[in-house]
């Protein structure tokens, strides 16, 4: 492995600042509180911090709407704090990834703010302005210029009464869409980039980075069905035309010289793997790996709040998918849950309290042995679990708000939509890490801005690195494998028995050496024979990871959730 691949063997950890550590007592997380635990991440093993917006921002996205790109706010805590955390992870052998959030800005940015000032303001290019549509007054209903959905309900068009003109925004109104045709635009963003690789940061996850280049004529999209006349504006600004030329110049302009030492992870929803082959072949300088959509959109049929239960059949076939299309050429990144995603404990796995130990570490075992780099966030290094919200008012996160007021207008069951908005909302991720059995399970002395679990007396860190059996331990072991086992980085990767519809199994296959990945998605015992070829030929491999004790035969049935990799 070239030098400029290190992440090859590296594990990245989220953090959602908000919810990890509060130091000061507010009740939100803050820098000095993941300073505070760096102690914690270098136990687990982890080699990338990887840390949620911390910018000045009005936080109606939790920070991903950005107000001031090179300053922290003040929630947070301030840049001296985080100069103070990458020196201390970098101490520790940690590098520290931001979030690099450039598809939009806060409408209170000052980039914002001058540019709806007036129509010929210099920066009034810097954003998506369109007039009414044609025959229709401002404001008028169906006056928006198209007639795309925002990916937070209601248009994506916004109107600004001082012009009388919209302004496009994909996500929250708060959120405009910069407009990266404008070369001042991308000069800004790189400039900005530079000074934070200049402060000693080692890479950027870019939010939306496939959302950047816009068919620039901005037609109508096809009706939704249930919410017409909204339409789907997706073709037009997912990977659009200019896609890869911004990231190679980004490249360029930025990461010229010094991109071996750095990590940069492009989230893309609903790339596919042949564009996902281009943008992360190291020959063409875009990105190491991108954040894919397809295994968690599995379980969604119509849109996001209309969830089935995920078949496992469908699962194995994506990830394998993933990883066949880019063993070649490219790289994947390898992920369950992240700040966006319900708990994969709670989703792929079974957070029954019989099995929920044995399920987090079976679907540890599963990501962290495929070929890719594995991303733990917060709380999943515990099993942590989705939250029981009692009612609407739980729910803080504008997805879930804003769905929640459109569809009980639009006459939906309100208990329906409650029980969407426990199986999908994102405000599952956000509850506040589970440290220990103090109040607000030691997140903070305050009041906390989010509900803590209240499973957090079984699930907290503090129990867990006590107990050599628990969910943290197996992470770490997982963990320590990737360092020392080469056929975990590189082995080719085989899918074994793609019809079973609960026992998921794999080899992966390096230089002689040959690991054996076996995993029961169900709480029956699972007999193994018919899906490993040479089963016999395994007797007496050593069993190099298991998550249920005690030690059975290798080739004996998978209890329920007992997850086994085998070597040989
Ligand atoms: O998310 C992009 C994105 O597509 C999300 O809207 C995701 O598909 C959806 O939340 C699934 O429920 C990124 C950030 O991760 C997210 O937190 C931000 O809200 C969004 O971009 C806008 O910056």
Not at 28 to 34: H, L, R, T
Not at 157 to 168: C, K, M, N
Not at 439 to 458: E, K, L, M, R, S
Not at 465 to 485: K, M, T
Request: hydrophobic share 40%; net charge negative; proline share 6%.
């Amino acid at each position: 492995m070239t030098d400029d691949q290190w992440f090859q063997s590296a594990v990245v950890y989220q953090v959602y600042p908000r919810s990890f550590q509060d130091c000061d007592g507010d009740g939100i997380g803050d820098v000095p509180g993941i300073v505070s635990r760096l102690d914690y991440l270098q136990q687990l093993g982890i080699d990338v911090l990887w840390l949620s917006p911390i910018y000045t921002s009005p936080q109606d996205d939790n920070g991903y709407d950005i107000s001031d790109y090179q300053e922290i706010d003040p929630v947070f805590g301030t840049l001296v704090d985080v100069d103070e955390l990458i020196a201390k992870a970098h101490a520790r052998g940690i590098r520290i990834v931001m979030d690099l959030v450039v598809n939009h800005t806060s409408d209170e940015h000052p980039w914002f703010v001058e540019s709806r000032s007036s129509k010929d303001n210099p920066k009034r290019d810097w954003y998506w302005w369109r007039p009414p549509r044609d025959g229709h007054e401002a404001g008028q209903r169906g006056a928006e210029p198209t007639n795309c959905e925002s990916f937070f309900s209601g248009p994506t068009w916004e109107l600004d009464e001082a012009t009388g003109e919209y302004y496009l925004h994909l996500f929250s109104r708060k959120q405009p869409d910069l407009n990266w045709e404008n070369p001042e635009v991308r000069e800004a963003v790189y400039a900005m980039m530079r000074w934070w690789l200049d402060r000693g940061i080692d890479g950027f996850r870019m939010d939306v980075i496939n959302m950047i280049s816009k068919v620039t004529d901005l037609p109508d999209g096809q009706p939704i069905p249930g919410r017409a006349p909204l339409g789907n504006g997706h073709p037009f600004f997912l990977c659009g035309p200019r896609n890869h030329e911004f990231l190679q110049e980004m490249h360029r302009e930025v990461f010229e010289g010094r991109a071996d030492k750095l990590l940069t992870v492009g989230e893309m929803p609903g790339v596919t793997v042949e564009e996902a082959v281009l943008f992360t072949d190291p020959e063409r300088h875009e990105v190491d790996m991108v954040f894919q959509f397809e295994h968690v959109q599995l379980d969604v049929r119509e849109h996001k709040w209309d969830r089935v239960d995920v078949d496992l059949r469908d699962l194995k076939a994506s990830l394998a998918h993933w990883q066949n299309g880019l063993a070649e050429r490219g790289w994947n990144s390898l992920y369950w849950n992240n700040h966006d995603q319900p708990r994969a404990v709670s989703r792929f796995g079974s957070d029954d309290p019989a099995h929920r130990v044995a399920a987090a570490k079976l679907l540890g075992t599963v990501l962290h042995l495929h070929r890719g780099t594995p991303y733990v966030y917060q709380g999943e290094e515990l099993g942590m679990t989705n939250v029981p919200f009692a009612s609407a008012a739980d729910f803080l996160d504008i997805e879930s708000v804003n769905y929640h007021a459109a569809a009980v207008a639009a006459g939906e069951d309100p208990e329906v939509v409650l029980a969407n908005l426990r199986l999908g909302s994102r405000d599952n991720a956000r509850s506040p890490m589970q440290w220990d059995l103090t109040d607000h399970a030691g997140f903070t002395t305050g009041t906390p801005w989010a509900a803590v679990n209240p499973n957090y007396t079984d699930i907290n860190a503090a129990s867990a690195v006590a107990d050599q059996d628990s969910v943290f331990h197996h992470y770490r072991r997982l963990i320590a494998l990737r360092h020392d086992e080469p056929a975990v980085v590189h082995g080719t990767y085989q899918l074994l028995a793609p019809s079973h519809e609960t026992l998921y199994a794999f080899t992966r296959t390096h230089e002689g050496t040959e690991l054996l990945v076996l995993a029961n998605f169900s709480g029956d015992e699972v007999a193994i024979d018919d899906a490993v070829p040479d089963l016999a030929s395994w007797e007496g491999a050593p069993l190099l990871l298991g998550n249920l004790s005690p030690e059975v035969p290798t080739t004996a049935p998978l209890r329920g959730w007992e997850a086994r990799v085998l070597k040989r």
